[in-house]
């Protein structure tokens, strides 16, 4: 039999930042697409140590929740070997081409960032220099390995226009076309999960109550916990789309749970119309534990072999390294820098 390799869609590259627990929203906006999108695509993914530290970190913690989103993706179905699997600080390119790109991007492009005003907050004298020129390492984490596609939640939409501004801006000034404008993949249910106290705030890893998000090693009684509490309202599930309009709660819920099932919003409602919350819920938490339930298991017997982990990610780093280095020396001649002796 002739083994051929099937065509592959692109290069995709994507990244998340290891702060806090890794929660449904990752997984439904980022994680899940990727385990669908890893047969179709090259993929590289990252978790963006140098992103994490824009904002103070325990070191130790830090550590420990680096190895703890490899092992998150890892258990959620990416395989570390038919892909790219590594540490952002690991692959020095990313923090080199960013410079360049600190200095190609515009600082009126940076103060339309609403990411860097959500989360400098009040005091923005006291925010890090690294927290507002964050957008640019993240241009330089796509393009240092000229990704065509990349899969993010809703939230991240408007830096990867910005990467997009700034591979136009360099291929432009230079007269060269070295960065392909990369395409953001923000589909399905479960691009913008939303907090479970409050449908008109994003389900976040720096929301102070736990009771807001479903952490990915959250226990069975965790979840049904976060579940049965979260915020609905007085009617019934809706037997329309349009039924939804006004009620946040009941919406971010039944996109969560065709986010889980693989369904639209559509096939979901037509399930449940008619439905008490009571019983909604119920089936809510018994999907979400038969989804996450293997996965944080996984995740657990992964986690107790931190040496394979370790392991795991060098093979990544060194197959990125290669990529990140020779794209890297392509942007410094185009920018007239004179050639590293190796
Ligand atoms: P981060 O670490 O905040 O989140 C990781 C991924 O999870 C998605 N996400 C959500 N999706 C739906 N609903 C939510 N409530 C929710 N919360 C988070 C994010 O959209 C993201 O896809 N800047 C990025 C990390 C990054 C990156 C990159 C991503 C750095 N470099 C290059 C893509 C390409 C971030 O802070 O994601």
Redesign the pocket.
């Known amino acids: 039999m002739s083994g051929s390799t099937p065509q592959l869609a692109g290069r995709i590259?994507?990244?998340?930042?290891p702060t806090g627990n890794l929660h449904l929203?990752?997984y439904?906006?980022?994680i899940r697409n990727w385990v669908a999108l890893q047969k179709s695509f090259e993929c590289l993914f990252c978790v963006?140590d140098l992103?994490a530290i824009t904002v103070w970190q325990e070191p130790k913690e830090l550590l420990r929740a680096t190895r703890e989103v490899a092992a998150g993706m890892i258990a959620s179905g990416i395989d570390p070997v038919a892909n790219t699997l590594f540490v952002q600080s690991h692959v020095p390119a990313h923090a080199e081409l960013a410079w360049v790109f600190n200095c190609v991007a515009r600082l009126g492009w940076l103060n339309r960032m609403t990411q860097f005003k959500d989360k400098a907050g009040k005091d923005k004298e006291k925010a890090s220099a690294g927290l507002y020129v964050y957008p640019n390492l993240?241009a330089a984490?796509?393009l240092v390995y000229k990704a065509t596609h990349?899969p993010?939640?809703?939230?991240?939409k408007q830096?990867l226009e910005l990467a997009r501004d700034i591979a136009a801006k360099f291929n432009n000034d230079y007269g060269v076309n070295v960065f392909p404008l990369p395409e953001p993949v923000i589909k399905g249910p479960?691009?913008?999960?939303m907090s479970l106290r409050d449908g008109a705030k994003?389900?976040?890893k720096s929301d102070p109550s736990d009771f807001s998000r479903i952490n990915m090693t959250d226990t069975q009684d965790d979840i049904a916990g976060k579940v049965r509490k979260a915020t609905t309202d007085p009617g019934t599930l809706p037997d329309s789309p349009q039924g939804l309009e006004g009620r946040a709660e009941a919406a971010n819920l039944l996109n969560i749970y065709a986010a889980l099932t693989d369904r639209t919003l559509e096939q979901v409602i037509a399930e449940t119309a008619g439905w008490q919350f009571s019983q909604f819920k119920a089936k809510l938490t018994e999907t979400a534990v038969a989804v996450l339930g293997p996965i944080n298991a996984e995740m657990q017997r992964l986690m107790a072999d931190p040496a394979e982990i370790d392991r795991v990610l060098a093979r990544g780093s060194e197959k990125a390294n290669a990529i990140a280095e020779t794209v890297l020396a392509e942007a410094y001649a185009a920018v007239g820098f004179l050639p590293r002796k190796r």
């Open positions: 590259l994507s990244g998340i930042q929203g990752n439904l906006g980022a963006v992103h993240m984490d796509i990349v993010v939640g809703e939230d991240q830096h479960g691009t913008r999960v994003k389900m976040s």
